[in-house]
């Protein structure tokens, strides 16, 4: 039988951070065994919002290496860039015909970037998750593993592969593939580390509310020395009123690879004074190894690119494959 597969994909808009690492890439490592694997670099959701030409070829290279660094293996996972294959906007294209305006209105994360966009907000934001829908079920995906984030975004695919069935395909003989989202009990949602209510994101224009991936011993330490913390003697999971404590302690339960239960044991009594040093010292451990990785890979740009050029090889041919199929069911010709 063959491997069920799983996709997903990261925008290279800067470093990635310990959200990225803990909500998306570290289950995309310990699926890849299990599934095939299609990781890609959405480069093409990359200029829905303001972008710096200069950087995002560059920032793309990057995230392949991160992928990397963090132990995906490009013998075993297929990793390519969006832009590469044209199935995604062409795709894209004919979801759009077929997706109701008012579907895309409801987009929480549409949204909030639109606020920072104020005037400016393009058309391309309030279509970014059709071309979302596009990328995942180009590829026929059984599992989408993402942070919690995203989880609208693979229902809104859902319906829309849902709607182009009814309206192309027959019960029978479904067009496209509907995944499920794949989000994990903890680390799909990593929290800022100056507010505990707030989502850790590349766009906070405080460096200090997230650790990012390339972040040397030093950083990391001065961050978690700053990172907010409340006034109360003993840590605890799941309090509600003490949103940072829970987030602290889940980056340590989840870096320093224990249970919950020995977490809660272990820092029942603990002040922060003692905790902060702690999870400094786990952090630079567990990201030491992925940073070495990653700054050897980011001096050979000739094994990257040849990385990116198989993967895109193997992408390109299932791609065509499901767009030749949703043509042929909305009515075109295919020419040979
Ligand atoms: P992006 O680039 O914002 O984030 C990439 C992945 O990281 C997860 N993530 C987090 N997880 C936990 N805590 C956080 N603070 C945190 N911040 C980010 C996200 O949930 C995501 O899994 N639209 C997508 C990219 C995309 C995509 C796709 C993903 C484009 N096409 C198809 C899956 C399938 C995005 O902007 O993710």
């Given at each position: 039988m063959s491997k069920q597969r799983i996709l997903s994909g990261i925008q290279p808009t800067g470093n990635l951070h310990l959200g990225n690492y803990l909500g998306a890439i570290r289950n995309w490592v310990a699926l890849q065994d299990e599934y095939d694997s299609f990781l890609f670099m959405a480069d093409l959701h990359a200029v829905t919002v303001p972008h710096d030409p200069q950087k995002l070829a560059i920032n793309t290279l990057n995230v392949a290496a991160t992928y990397i660094a963090c132990g995906i293996d490009p013998q075993k996972a297929t990793i390519f860039v969006?832009?590469?294959?044209?199935a995604h906007s062409e795709l894209a294209w004919l979801f759009n015909c077929i997706t109701p305006l008012n579907w895309l209105e409801r987009m929480i994360q549409f949204k909030e970037k639109a606020v920072k966009q104020g005037e400016n907000v393009t058309v391309g934001l309030f279509d970014y998750p059709v071309l979302q829908a596009a990328d995942i079920l180009l590829y026929e995906p059984d599992l989408v593993p993402v942070g919690e984030d995203q989880k609208q975004h693979v229902e809104l695919t859902r319906d829309i592969a849902s709607r182009l069935n009814f309206q192309y395909g027959s019960e029978e003989k479904p067009v496209l593939k509907v995944p499920e989202p794949l989000i994990q009990a903890s680390g799909a949602r990593v929290m800022s580390l100056t507010d505990g209510t707030k989502k850790m994101s590349k766009s906070d224009p405080s460096e200090l509310s997230r650790v990012d991936l390339s972040d040397d011993a030093d950083t990391i330490q001065k961050k978690i020395k700053r990172c907010k913390t409340d006034p109360v003697r003993g840590l605890v999971f799941d309090d509600p009123k003490r949103p940072e404590c829970n987030n602290l302690l889940t980056l340590y339960m989840l870096l320093s690879g224990q249970s919950k239960e020995a977490v809660a044991v272990e820092c029942a009594d603990m002040g922060w004074g003692q905790f902060k040093p702690l999870l400094a010292e786990t952090m630079v451990e567990a990201l030491r190894p992925i940073r070495e990785t990653f700054l050897e890979l980011t001096s050979d740009r000739g094994y990257l690119e040849s990385v990116l050029r198989s993967g895109r090889e193997k992408a390109e041919a299932i791609a065509a494959h499901t767009l030749a199929n949703v043509k042929t069911a909305m009515g075109y010709t295919i020419p040979r």
């Amino acid at each position: 039988m063959s491997k069920q597969r799983i996709l997903s994909g990261i925008q290279p808009t800067g470093n990635l951070h310990l959200g990225n690492y803990l909500g998306a890439i570290r289950n995309w490592v310990a699926l890849q065994d299990e599934y095939d694997s299609f990781l890609f670099m959405a480069d093409l959701h990359a200029v829905t919002v303001p972008h710096d030409p200069q950087k995002l070829a560059i920032n793309t290279l990057n995230v392949a290496a991160t992928y990397i660094a963090c132990g995906i293996d490009p013998q075993k996972a297929t990793i390519f860039v969006q832009s590469h294959v044209p199935a995604h906007s062409e795709l894209a294209w004919l979801f759009n015909c077929i997706t109701p305006l008012n579907w895309l209105e409801r987009m929480i994360q549409f949204k909030e970037k639109a606020v920072k966009q104020g005037e400016n907000v393009t058309v391309g934001l309030f279509d970014y998750p059709v071309l979302q829908a596009a990328d995942i079920l180009l590829y026929e995906p059984d599992l989408v593993p993402v942070g919690e984030d995203q989880k609208q975004h693979v229902e809104l695919t859902r319906d829309i592969a849902s709607r182009l069935n009814f309206q192309y395909g027959s019960e029978e003989k479904p067009v496209l593939k509907v995944p499920e989202p794949l989000i994990q009990a903890s680390g799909a949602r990593v929290m800022s580390l100056t507010d505990g209510t707030k989502k850790m994101s590349k766009s906070d224009p405080s460096e200090l509310s997230r650790v990012d991936l390339s972040d040397d011993a030093d950083t990391i330490q001065k961050k978690i020395k700053r990172c907010k913390t409340d006034p109360v003697r003993g840590l605890v999971f799941d309090d509600p009123k003490r949103p940072e404590c829970n987030n602290l302690l889940t980056l340590y339960m989840l870096l320093s690879g224990q249970s919950k239960e020995a977490v809660a044991v272990e820092c029942a009594d603990m002040g922060w004074g003692q905790f902060k040093p702690l999870l400094a010292e786990t952090m630079v451990e567990a990201l030491r190894p992925i940073r070495e990785t990653f700054l050897e890979l980011t001096s050979d740009r000739g094994y990257l690119e040849s990385v990116l050029r198989s993967g895109r090889e193997k992408a390109e041919a299932i791609a065509a494959h499901t767009l030749a199929n949703v043509k042929t069911a909305m009515g075109y010709t295919i020419p040979r």
